[in-house]
């Protein structure tokens, strides 16, 4: 979780005890008279002008000493309330300026995900009917896998470089005759050989297109932090490529069958829908229901969104974030294992549900870098 800057409340400053200090001042010009008198008129003679002078430096100076102990201690008070004043401002101007930050969103302009039963986003959408039926894993002597029907091979990396042909061919298709804007900068997921596969393939597709030789690694939550910062401000005709593919290698016994995916991202400015920052949670720090409620305070809802798209985690109790709604759509069953590229799907998936129903989507997932991410994808009221 992205620690929020927090401030020790200033001391507060303690009010004059005026009775106190009026009583106090009274008691010293008595004691102050008292003291004159008994050194200098200790039945001795002496002239009216002396005795005068000197009861007149006593009670003053007396009096003196007691006004600026009290003018001192007034100051005190004033300047302590002003400085927690000042303090309490300057406090929470950096937190709202933080917190600002912390909401900053990026918009999903277009989008293409590929899995066993998605290549377009009404496919997507149908993974979310209660009618819905997985794909049916395929055993190999390996172990089981999800695969997509019309990519061949046994090869992982040979897959990897199918799904990324057909990744770019899917995303020319949707995009069809339509004007395409350079990236300000590309991510991705997947091997360096993938990347230059996808970049051959969008070259035939889209000559005029331009790609760079070497993209920028997808990081998860870290790389989505990072374009939101690029983002912010920037004119509505910016745009930041996000793309990847994982085929997952079959394991003997694992938690779910390998399974594979692809996805493609178009960012801007504005769009349909948007991205949020989203939170961490890491198992050695931290409590995942506080960082559960920190994404909401990001998104600033008061309740978890209805619906929350994500692949199960073995090392996540249930019950951490049971308001969440997180086993009711569960894609284990419908994508396999896809390993760091688990975020992108969930987070297209999120998108297209939130841009068909107008409301908030949650999604959860694993990370590079992290034990779980989450957060949520909300419609782009400013398209409206």
Not at 272 to 282: C, I, Y
Request: aromatic fraction near 12%; glycine fraction near 6%.
């Amino acid at each position: 979780m992205r620690a929020a800057p927090e401030y020790c409340p200033y001391p507060k400053a303690q009010k004059p005890r005026y009775r106190r200090w009026f009583a106090m001042g009274a008691l010293l010009l008595v004691l102050a008279w008292g003291a004159v008198k008994l050194i200098f008129f200790d039945g001795s003679n002496l002239p009216y002008g002396i005795w005068r002078f000197w009861t007149t430096f006593g009670l003053v100076g007396a009096f003196a000493i007691w006004f600026l102990a009290f003018v001192l201690r007034v100051l005190h008070y004033h300047f302590g309330r002003y400085n927690a004043h000042w303090y309490l401002e300057e406090t929470e101007q950096i937190q709202q300026d933080w917190w600002e930050r912390h909401r900053e969103k990026v918009a999903l302009v277009d989008a293409v995900l590929l899995g066993p039963l998605c290549s377009t986003r009404q496919h997507g959408l149908r993974l979310f009917s209660p009618d819905h039926q997985p794909p049916v894993p395929e055993q190999t002597p390996k172990g089981a896998v999800i695969r997509l029907p019309h990519v061949s091979g046994a090869d992982s990396v040979e897959r990897e470089h199918q799904l990324a042909r057909l990744l770019a061919l899917q995303w020319s298709e949707q995009c069809g005759e339509a004007p395409v804007l350079q990236p300000l900068c590309c991510y991705w997921h997947g091997s360096l050989l993938g990347w230059q596969v996808f970049v051959e393939q969008m070259r035939e597709c889209r000559p005029e297109f331009l790609l760079p030789e070497s993209p920028e690694p997808w990081q998860g939550l870290r790389s989505l932090d990072s374009i939101i910062d690029r983002l912010q401000g920037a004119p509505d005709e910016i745009r930041v490529l996000c793309a990847g593919c994982q085929s997952t290698p079959p394991e003997r016994e694992p938690l779910m069958p390998a399974g594979e995916a692809a996805v493609l991202w178009w960012l801007g400015p504005r769009g349909s829908v948007r991205f949020s920052r989203g939170e961490w949670f890491t198992a050695a720090e931290g409590e995942l229901v506080a960082v559960a409620q920190r994404a909401l305070q990001q998104s600033e809802l008061e309740v978890p969104a209805p619906v929350c798209v994500s692949f199960s985690q073995a090392d996540i109790p249930e019950s951490a974030i049971a308001d969440w709604n997180a086993r009711q759509n569960l894609q284990d069953a419908n994508f396999g294992a896809v390993a760091d590229l688990e975020s992108m799907v969930v987070l297209t998936l999120a998108a297209w549900y939130a841009e068909q129903h107008g409301q908030p989507c949650a999604w959860l997932a694993n990370d590079p870098h992290h034990t779980l991410t989450l957060g949520i994808v909300e419609p782009d009221e400013s398209n409206h």
